[in-house]
């Protein structure tokens, strides 16, 4: 039960962050991927997702993300993601962003119980390269501790939390993003999986003051055989 005594303190955490948010706004997510498992260690994935804002009135960003992933073992993994986004600006005109990021996670099962714990390097840059807008790059280090029950085979829950730390930011040092959230599986088959989520966002040392995101999301997942 350790695990989810450490994530039950940081969602704590993000609920009175929010007691002080001065801005707050329900998020609707909806994301498909699709991977393909080259050989025992190798695999690729293409994937795309859009979320909605302003209470699901606004599109607030759509992206499509490219990877590849490497597993060494059976614990212990890593990936290269490449993803185009689609951004929503305050001048309400959408702007290109570029996002490169690489993951490397570690996985364990005990029983029906599973935990992982995954790092991600990431860098944004904003606009076209040749471009008179182009901005960054924007790096950050986001760590992730999550738990998954699985119930029978077609069922399982999960959790997490997970912390985002600028590292080139001037106006911002530590942490300055939390996010906590609960989700729920199901396996149609060894092929499609569907997954809804319930996540808390908290962006902190905004110039506005904190920004609160309740953000509920449905995935689906495509395995090609």
Not at 15 to 33: E, I, K, M, N
Request: with cysteine; proline share 2%; glycine share 8%.
């Amino acid at each position: 039960m350790k695990p989810l005594r450490h994530i039950g303190s940081i969602l704590l955490l993000c609920l009175t962050q929010c007691l002080t948010a001065q801005q707050q706004d329900f998020v609707g997510v909806t994301g498909l991927s699709v991977s393909k498992k080259l050989n025992r260690s190798w695999d690729v994935s293409l994937g795309s997702q859009a979320s909605f804002n302003q209470n699901l009135h606004e599109l607030w960003f759509a992206f499509a993300d490219a990877s590849i992933g490497y597993s060494f073992n059976r614990n212990f993994s890593t990936e290269l993601h490449v993803r185009q986004i689609e951004f929503r600006s305050l001048e309400n005109s959408y702007e290109r962003r570029q996002l490169f990021y690489h993951t490397l996670q570690w996985s364990k099962g005990f029983g029906k119980w599973s935990i992982s714990v995954r790092n991600r390097l990431q860098q944004l840059v904003y606009g076209e390269h040749f471009n008179d807008s182009y901005r960054g790059p924007v790096w950050y280090n986001r760590n992730r501790f999550s738990t998954r029950y699985r119930i029978n085979y077609y069922w399982a829950l999960s959790a997490s939390a997970e912390v985002m730390v600028p590292l080139n930011n001037i106006r911002r040092s530590g942490i300055d993003q939390y996010r906590g959230a609960l989700g729920l599986s199901y396996t149609y088959s060894e092929r499609l999986r569907f997954e809804g989520y319930y996540q808390l966002q908290q962006q902190l040392q905004r110039s506005g003051g904190n920004n609160t995101y309740y953000v509920l999301g449905l995935l689906t997942s495509i395995k090609i055989p």
